[in-house]
């Protein structure tokens, strides 16, 4: 099947069943999108599916054969990044790459989301180390 | 010079006496304050890695020719496996390998908790190795559970002696007493859940050479027990971990996954990965166990307490170890009389493992919410409680080597002021209040721990200790105490480690010793250098503190090399963290829920090295504490003991939208006593008096005396009506 990654065309040979969160890790070795439930309970899989949040791990790699796939990986250029970095809004970094692509779907659509709104829109994004209240900062000053 | 001394070896609260070369720390501290760069915020070295998904951790490695392990898992707290067919599994495409019972020690056929490993099997894909799993025929015969923990006490059913540790005279302080007030208060099992499960990739590069990719908080650690359960020289395991996603005390340890993967890699002569599903991370992968505690304080009528005694019961699980959870009733106040009695309760529920600060979260929430009971009794203010128990010298004997609580006391006391706003702002159905409590840990961290460092004719400088950065910003720590030492601007040190076979020995990242055990030997391998460079300067003419790029730029590809190891810790003393947190909640007396509003917090650890990391881990220790008291809890069927909470939706971990206002600071005294660096540990002290401090807030609130964890609405509203009918009932005399 084809596979549209982060502006790139790929050839992906994935059998039946196997998730989006397994294509891009196993197949294109794009380990930026974390597998740390493979159920759909945390968020760290998220990836942008034609710029909305989807789960990777729970999202079938045939469904998304026709779409546009942004992973972590097409996103360093993003301004959000920097912000993460200077606010300190990750501690161990297994669940940020997530927390940045749930960001990013946020602020591009909605630049200067209010508290509420951050909260709401990551609060499928599970931190077990506790950066919240400086993800919520990075959120609320990424263009600053 | 070296010095051969006979010491105690403090981690999580627990003691040993050991051999240790040490030597001698000759560097003078720093004086108290911010440096050019010690003391001074910064955004962690490794930060971008980490957020753009390039750094590479366990979970994310790919070795050529890796297979992935499916580990069959007994689902019964308490079976003998009757029969066992491995050939199925073996038949099936993909599969490499399959072992059981009869092919390593780890593997059992009398599974004693729900989640102990009985037969591994690997092959070409994680799909291919769980299709094997079950095909797997394993047939088994249930038995009946041991699953209350007072039971196992009667019954004798323990982990080591009863441990019972006395003062004075405990009777006597009771009969001198003039109130006493009786409490049982009740924690329950919490998990770790690291985002990263816990999980290895092994691979044999010799008949009798491993390389153990693993997501550890101990290399070194590690390293000997593969070494020993092996039958390897040490330094034939090598022992890898650059990034770690999350360990929280859980991952200390090799576990039966490592085993697995080795023995596996063995057979099949590839690389092996044995990785933790969440659901395997939520039942076999370490908890914080359950405890009761039934506690007792004795106190005169103007506050001064008297005797306080506690028994004890830790619900450690099947193995493990019962941790001190009369901690804080032994050491936290100066009571002249104490006696506890703490039982290990042998169970055939999953082991527990160390969890951040391991019994003194769970017996600070006893002791500390007994003490505002003591005060509502007293009818004396708490934090004036609190202070007229003040301890100057350590109770169990000996001095602290630095103490700042009163600090800690005084700066809190602004927040605590705020109760009568804050309770102001109740309704009818919407109370608040203010709480407060104290926090007493370890901390010093000790010796051994190395490391080195090299200069370049660049003038740029590289760390390198075979330590571990589990994501509390230790690497980042590290590279400000060696450019502070050296002179250079932060940008131009790096810090290389997560290798066992490409540095020195370097502490455990847990018990809050990883800054106070490796920051002095890095700041002395700096010295060392620096020591050199500025021989360098003399020798070339110019000034002591010209600019190190300038003395070492004729140097070509000659090196700088300087080495530094941890200095002991100061003899006779305690070396210990305290802290005070400060509580806001609103409780709905109508449905029983709790909302945390707001925590003050402040915490004397000694020289704070990065204001920023600091910050961050106050914050996530706190959040823990509100996901332990409010939200958190494993279940188990109680007539069955399976497991219920195996999943990230059924276990409530604290999302971005419970989070409070967080106001915390440190005190930034250096430790006269403590190491060239005078600083302590953070990790653990801020979860510890969490819970205590919202329990009180409640109790401020609403005159209701929660006593179990989590308080869930159905705990609130009991607590609620017990209050009611207490203060309907006629007084008893």
New interface residues.
Partial sequence: MKLNVNDHQYDVHAAVGTTLAEALRDELALTGTKIACAEGHCGACTVLVDGEPVLSCITLVHSVENASVTTIEGLREHRMIDSFVRNDALQCGFCTPGQIVSAVALVETNPAPSTEEIRHAMAGNLCRCGAYPKIEEAVRTWRD | MARLIRTEKEVEGRYEEVWLVVEEDSLDQWPAGARDIVGRPA??V????????????T??L?LPGMLHTAVLRSPHPRARVTHLDLAPALALAGVHAAIGPDDLEQLTAEPNYQGAPIAAVCADSL?QARAALRAIDCRFDVLEPLLDPDEAVRRGELLGEARVRERGDYERGLAEADVVVEAEYRTQVVL??????HQAVVEWTGDDRVDVHISTQYIWGIRDAVSDGLGLPKDNVRVICH????G?GSKNGPDDYTFIAAELAKRTRRPVKCAL??REENTAAGNRNATIQRLTVGARSDGTITALGGEFVNAVGWSGWSSGTEGPMQMLYACANVKTTTYGAKLNLPPMKAFRAPGFVEGTFGLEALLDELAAKLDVDPLELRRRNYAEHAPEGGDYSAKNLLECYRRAEPHWERRHEVRARSTDTVKRGVGMASQIWYGGGGPPSYAWIRVGSDGRAQVVTAMQD????TKTAMAQIAAEELGVPLEHVTVSLGDSARGPYAAISAGSSTTPSMGPAVRAAAADARRQIEEIAEQRGLAKDAPVHEVVDVLEDAQILGKGARGPNPTGMQVLTFGVQVAEVAVDVETGEVWVERIYAVHDVGRVINP??A???I??????GIGHTLSEERLHDPRTGRLLTT???AYR?????D?PE?VSELVDEPDPQLTNLGSKGLGEPPIIPTAAAIANAIRDATGADVRQLPITREEMLRALRESRERHAAPARV
Avoid at chain 2, 243 to 246: D, E, K, P, S, V
């Fill in positions: 955004t962690r490794d930060a971008l890695e980490r957020a753009t998904g390039q750094a590479v951790y979970a994310d790919a799909a770790h859940n690291s985002m990263e499960t990034y770690m996603g999350g929280f599903t969440r589990i994501g509390t910003g920023l990391g910050s961050s881990q914050e996530g220790g706190i959040i823990q999943t990230l939706d971990l604290p999302t971005i939208a989070v967080i």
